[in-house]
């Protein structure tokens, strides 16, 4: 007789699954929603260079 | 001279033929986004700041030799530079970069909500933290693009040739991250909550 079982590994997947491609119910509808919403905290994030590493490249640039 | 109305080959254009402003105007309009792409992929403000600094004097070489295919467009152009940097400098540490600072405010970000109450500014330096530490846990090539699409203000098409993958993938790679992003702000949620 074949015996036949269930791997125990599977049970839990939710845990490890956060980077698993999207399979599911979320819309593209709402990751755009989502996206909308987080767009101004993203462009929070935004920095610039130093005003020294700019003069440094302006000045590299008229030394050539 | 006002540069502000003259698109990036224009400016190319006054650059190569010898006037700097062409190359200042370049720098005033795309710095942010290629200096935010950079840093948020390295992690080190130090290190981004090389890294962008290298990238335009690769660029500066590029124009003054005359190599500079006039049929690509600047930004992309610049974003390939430096991302490619960002890559060598990876494969020479082989390792991750330390996170030298909080670094948290910026004295314009001070000032700009100088007047909100203590409580305020606490929560959102947390969802700073939070989001900017969340980005870092996305996969590189998710966080790759979602960096080349929201601050670089890349196209998927050259996302995709700057990535060498398919404009299906590129498009997909932003879903996952977005989806991921989400899930991963709705945890934080629950973690307040409970």
Do not use: C
């Amino acid at each position: 007789m074949t015996k036949t079982s269930t791997s125990k590994t599977n049970v839990n997947l939710q845990n490890h699954s956060m980077f698993q491609p999207r399979t599911d119910i979320e819309s593209d509808a709402e990751i755009d929603l989502f996206y909308d919403q987080i767009k101004s905290k993203l462009d929070r994030l935004a920095k610039n260079p130093q005003d020294e590493t700019i003069n440094k490249i302006l000045a590299y640039s008229r030394s050539k | 001279m006002n540069l502000q109305s003259y698109n990036d080959q224009d400016l190319v254009k006054l650059y190569v033929t010898g006037n700097e402003n062409g190359l200042q105007e370049l720098l005033r309009r795309h710095k942010s986004k290629i200096y935010t792409s950079i840093y948020l992929l390295v992690k080190d403000q130090y290190l981004a700041e090389d890294i962008f600094q290298d990238a335009f004097i690769k660029v500066i070489n590029t124009l003054r030799s005359g190599r500079y295919n006039e049929e690509g467009k600047f930004l992309p152009w610049v974003m390939r530079i430096a991302h490619n940097l960002v890559i060598d400098y990876f494969r020479k540490e082989k390792r991750t970069p330390i996170i030298t600072s909080s670094d948290g405010m910026d004295v314009f970000n001070t000032l700009q909500f100088y007047d909100e109450s203590a409580e305020d500014k606490m929560l959102r330096d947390q969802t700073h933290k939070d989001l900017k530490a969340m980005i870092q846990l996305l996969p590189d090539e998710q966080k790759e693009v979602l960096l080349m699409r929201h601050y670089a203000d890349l196209s998927f098409k050259e996302i995709a040739d700057l990535t060498d993958v398919s404009i299906n993938t590129a498009l997909g790679r932003m879903r996952y991250a977005l989806s991921n992003l989400r899930k991963m702000l709705k945890t934080k949620e629950m973690t307040y909550k409970g």
